[in-house]
């Protein structure tokens, strides 16, 4: 999907499992190998993407984003439910460039809105979505996707 110095973000895979496992683990989200490659080729056939940045071993960020249609909005919201970088490969723009391929998905699945979940007590998440465009409406940040005019 896309390359940048040395890193490169595409859509995970099941042979990607094993890699993803280290990287929730790292993150304090301990999931068996076996168990993320079902989960991962389940969200292939969905209505989503996931979406990992690679850079010269396993993973080193991790985005997994749906999108739905709903009767308050014209086009589909797209929602990042899972959105993680490895604590050693933090402060060097993964995120920022997982968030870009993850609004890149959604607009090209015709969604009008991005959302971000966050959980309580996730201020790092929450500040980082404030600062990447994000606007706290509660439960959820938003951002459009496409200007309004």
Not at 78 to 91: F, K
Not at 124 to 140: E, I, K, P, R, S
Request: with cysteine; proline share 7%; charged share 15%.
């Amino acid at each position: 999907m896309a390359s940048r110095y040395g890193l490169e973000i595409r859509a995970a895979t099941g042979g990607d499992a094993a890699g993803i496992a280290d990287l929730l683990r790292a993150c304090g989200y301990p999931v068996a190998p076996e168990a993320l490659a079902e989960r991962i080729e389940a969200l292939r056939h969905g209505p989503g993407a996931t979406l990992v940045a690679v850079e010269w071993g396993p993973p080193s960020g991790l985005v997994v984003l749906h999108w739905y249609p709903s009767l308050a909005a014209n086009l589909p919201t797209a929602q990042v439910t899972t959105l993680l970088v490895a604590p050693d490969a933090r402060r060097r723009g993964i995120g920022r460039l997982l968030l870009k391929a993850a609004a890149q998905a959604a607009r090209s699945a015709g969604c009008g809105d991005l959302q971000l979940i966050t959980g309580p007590g996730q201020t790092d998440l929450q500040a980082f979505g404030a600062a990447t465009g994000f606007v706290d409406q509660g439960a959820v940040s938003v951002r459009p996707l496409r200007k309004k005019g």
